[in-house]
């Protein structure tokens, strides 16, 4: 089966600075793929170019068998939780609704077969009881709920996370990751998480990016190893135990 | 009652600044709305001043300078979209560039143009009282222009404002929706050019749909206060000019300042209240 994100040989520069150099990455079907590595080292740039925001130096990125951006559609993105305005007039359900926009979606109202994908997403998320509420007033979980709501909404192929747990406490943070765990059944997913440890108990494949990239299997994870890759240097680590 | 009717029928040039009012808040509180959640106010200040480069060169070739003004207005928004777009790292710069240059070709027109022309001075500063007939069809016109753009592109509007990255995503035409919301902002500045003027419409942009902002969990509500919030402070403003005889858009502007700073304290109340 041809795999629904491939990238061959990609390298990406901001002005002459390599942030990313020779990537190769295949993700299957299903996978639920960890992205970890120091800050700077090109997490966010590598699913930036699986989506097409910006464009690969050398190589090429597909996803779904199309070059990046053209299959947009059937991706769901749950940024970084600080890059929205908090101040922002909308009601958590209009930001799940945007989750259905297209270059098409004209007039201010919604549709009526709108409405009930959005509550559906917002139920499995456990917030329809905040729908009609001022986003920027929700909890930080609320927030990144909701977010994860207009993600699923277009009943994605892929999910795609950027640290999704980095400003919620932890019970939420579990909450989140059984949630992905569920959704994992239907649908592959790409997560970037500091937290190393932790992300192992869900994923089936980690990627290690550094500006290089070392992918490996769910058996052959192991810490000292990974974190040697990721951060090129050893450091403690505490490991925990969740009965989950 | 009957006097101060007869008052308002007989003088037509009230009559006219009081359309000239109600038409501005139209527009006025759209576009502001869309300038305080984008943040984008200093390139619209950019923008309402590279306009004065059309209202110079309209002065010089002897054409009604509003409509320089609505060329220009379209020629600099597109302009600091592009520039915007495509040479991020300089943006800052070159807004200030385009703010520089455009009131300098401006002025070095109206400087070439025989007879020293003191109207310029009502653009750069308003002036409700002397609004004619002419403009006030121009402005009906933009006016429903800008209302029919915001009506059909509310959703795209919203989106790019709130995040581009996700907007992009869902295949929203990110660029072009940037674009036309600063044509629709610029077309703006040209319908505020006789009340307040070039160099005082950045506040009435900025300032009531602010206030509005604190009241609003939606763009539309924000939009319907913010316009609210226009006519009062523009009436207040022209109430208070007409009656000292002070200038009008300073007046207005006034006013605005006066209100932001009272939502404030409103604002701190009603949330030391909820709080309790």
């Known amino acids: 089966m041809n795999p629904v994100i491939k990238l061959e040989n990609v390298s990406f520069a901001y002005n002459t600075n390599y942030i990313l150099e020779n990537i190769n990455l295949n993700v299957e079907q299903n996978d639920f793929l960890g992205i970890i590595g120091p800050n700077g080292g090109g997490k966010t740039t590598l699913l930036k170019l699986i989506m097409g925001f910006i464009k690969p130096d050398k190589g090429k990125v597909e996803v779904f068998g199309k070059s990046s951006g053209k299959s947009n559609s059937r991706i769901g993105y749950v940024p970084q939780f600080n890059q929205t305005d908090k101040q922002f007039p909308i009601k958590a359900f209009d930001v799940v609704t945007m989750g259905l926009g297209h270059s098409k979606s004209f007039l201010p109202w919604n549709k009526k077969s709108d409405f009930g994908k959005v509550t559906e997403a917002m139920d499995f998320v456990s917030i329809t009881d905040i729908a009609d509420n001022t986003f920027g007033e929700l909890s930080g979980g609320q927030q990144q709920r909701c977010l994860i709501a207009r993600a699923l909404v277009s009943n994605p192929g892929i999910l795609i996370l950027d640290e999704p747990t980095a400003s919620v406490d932890s019970t939420v943070e579990v909450d989140i990751y059984k949630l992905l765990k569920k959704l994992n059944n239907d649908m592959t997913i790409l997560l970037v998480s500091h937290d190393v440890g932790f992300i192992s108990s869900y994923i089936n494949k980690i990627a290690c990016v550094n500006k290089e990239i070392s992918v490996h299997g769910r058996d052959e994870i192991s810490f000292d190893k990974i974190s040697h890759e990721a951060y090129h240097g050893d450091f403690s680590m505490i490991q925990h135990k969740c009965n989950l | 009652m009957k006097e101060l009717f007869s008052f308002f029928t007989d003088y037509s040039f009230i009559q006219n600044a009081i359309i000239a009012g109600l038409l501005s808040s139209i527009a006025c509180g759209i576009s502001g709305t869309f300038v305080v959640v984008k943040k984008i106010s200093y390139l619209s200040g950019g923008i309402a001043h590279a306009i004065v480069g059309g209202l110079g060169i309209a002065y010089f070739l002897g054409i009604n300078p509003l409509y320089g003004a609505l060329a220009f207005s379209i020629v600099s928004a597109l302009l600091i979209g592009t520039v915007k777009l495509k040479l991020k790292q300089n943006e800052d710069t070159l807004i200030s560039a385009l703010w520089a240059v455009g009131m300098s070709i401006g002025l070095i027109f109206a400087y070439l143009t025989p007879g020293y022309n003191v109207n310029l001075l009502s653009y750069l500063f308003g002036n409700i009282l002397l609004v004619s007939s002419e403009s006030i069809y121009l402005m009906l016109v933009l006016d429903i222009f800008i209302s029919a753009i915001v009506i ?125």
Do not use: H
């Open chain 2, 152 to 276: 059909i592109l509310y959703k795209q509007f919203i989106y790019v404002c709130f995040d581009e990255e996700y907007a992009y995503l869902r295949g929203i035409k990110v660029e072009l929706i940037y674009i036309l919301l600063l044509i629709m902002i610029s077309l703006t500045i040209v319908v505020l050019v006789q009340s307040v003027g070039l160099v005082l419409v950045i506040a009435l942009l900025t300032l009531p749909s602010s206030i509005a902002r604190m009241f609003s969990n939606t763009i539309w509500k924000m939009i319907l206060i913010s316009i609210i919030l226009i006519q009062i402070f523009t009436f207040a403003g022209f109430a208070f000019s007409f009656s000292t005889n002070l200038p009008s858009g300073a007046s207005i502007i006034l006013a605005a300042g006066l209100g932001y700073l009272l939502s404030f304290f409103i604002q701190s109340f009603l949330r030391r209240n909820t709080i309790k």
